[in-house]
């Protein structure tokens, strides 16, 4: 890396390179490893785990190149951090329940200028959805919680009432406050998923390969048809959707 850096004889696009235009490729190569693992494939993890080292060993070099730090600062900081909270493994402290959250914690409150929060911590960069999760699981750690999913589907019928009124004839004058009531239910959303126990973002990942999966199939149906997507109508795309669908529920 610290070649493809080089000024006089790197490669020009390494070299343009700052934090925040590698950044989005960071994210990219995470949910690539992430991709590898849903799909159980080895060989791509492989590969995909070492597109993702090399990410945390650009940003290094550019904070090498900056006088803030190196990889060795990366890989002893993490190190430091491991053994700090596992005083049961590398100290002869005793397991205790909420010790890592307690270590975190203690952690997030001395980095922060800010009163400390409940809510301290949750990264903004987060994917919307995996951060409304994170944020609740937080405020339900001081007691700020529903007690029964039941509780949040009523308010999950509450929140697409008010999504409902918003949507009179004139809604598009009024977009903010549509936009607004549309993010309220995506956030119950996310609350019952939680209280599910379900990771929305897997179980949204799950839909929209299955989506991508009997599209493609209706699209070569239509093939052995001599149409297109294109050309067909709605309801010769509906016919053959409910009949796909029909196909894989009785398919063991």
């Not at 803030?68 to 049961?88: A, G, L, Q």
């Not at 409150?109 to 960069?125: C, F, I, N, T, Y």
């Not at 949507?167 to 993010?183: H, M, S, V, W």
């Not at 989506?211 to 070569?220: H, I, L, N, S, Y």
Request: net charge negative; proline share 4%.
């Amino acid at each position: 890396m610290a070649r493809l850096r080089d000024r006089d004889t790197g490669c020009p696009w390494d070299v343009e390179q700052d934090f925040s235009t590698i950044a989005p490729y960071t994210i990219e190569e995470a949910y690539e490893v992430a991709d590898a693992i849903e799909r159980n494939d080895m060989a791509e993890l492989k590969e995909e785990l070492g597109d993702l080292l090399l990410q945390v060993v650009f940003h290094a070099q550019m904070a090498d190149e900056a006088g803030h730090f190196d990889f060795d600062d990366v890989t002893n900081t993490i190190s430091e951090k491991m053994v700090r909270r596992h005083p049961h493994v590398f100290a002869d402290a005793e397991l205790t329940a909420g010790a890592w959250e307690a270590h975190k914690e203690a952690e997030r409150h001395e980095k922060s200028d800010m009163p400390p929060s409940a809510l301290d911590g949750v990264a903004l960069a987060l994917p919307a959805l995996l951060r409304a999760v994170k944020l609740q699981k937080r405020a339900a750690r001081v007691g700020f919680d529903w007690s029964d999913a039941k509780d949040i589907l009523a308010k999950l019928r509450e929140e697409l009432g008010e999504l409902t009124d918003e949507l009179t004839p004139d809604f598009e004058q009024n977009r903010d406050a549509l936009i607004d009531e549309f993010g309220d239910v995506l956030f119950v959303y996310a609350n019952l998923a939680r209280h599910l126990d379900i990771d929305p973002e897997q179980a949204l990942r799950g839909t929209n390969a299955k989506f991508e999966r009997r599209f493609r199939e209706v699209e070569q149906r239509l093939v052995k048809q001599g149409k297109t997507a294109k050309d067909a109508s709605l309801d010769e795309m509906e016919a053959l959707w409910i009949a796909i669908k029909r196909e894989e529920k009785r398919s063991p």
